[in-house]
């Protein structure tokens, strides 16, 4: 089963190169540190596709583009900011946004 709080992380401590090497087309943006939340940024769609469905681990797909793991993090498209906000106990610890 794969931690995706720590999977997350990890992304966000690779230099830009390696970053964009793993993922193409990411960036790492910032850390909020008060509210404890990761602001990442893809443009390239196939990148997005690959990281909800093959790097997150096992999944289920459910209504309002919500994905739910097994690790208990749940990804959902939210359209009015064009992200992916990854939560785990109801709290946001991830944010992705879709450019281009």
């Given at each position: 089963?794969?931690?995706?709080?720590?999977l997350l992380?990890?992304?966000s401590?690779?230099?830009?190169?390696?970053?964009?090497?793993e993922i193409p087309g990411c960036s790492?943006?910032?850390?909020?540190v008060?509210?404890?939340i990761l602001y990442f940024e893809i443009t390239n769609p196939n990148s997005m596709v690959f990281l909800l469905t093959?790097?997150?681990?096992?999944?289920?797909?459910g209504n309002n583009c919500t994905y739910k793991y097994a690790d208990g993090t749940t990804a959902r498209f939210v359209k009015t900011r064009k992200w992916y906000e990854f939560k785990k106990y109801g709290?946001?610890?991830a944010r992705i946004k879709i450019g281009g």
């Open positions: 089963m794969v931690d995706i709080i720590k992380h990890g992304y401590k690779l230099n830009c190169l390696d970053l964009l090497t790492f943006e910032w850390y909020d008060q509210n404890n093959e790097l997150c681990g096992n999944y289920t797909y709290k946001p610890y």
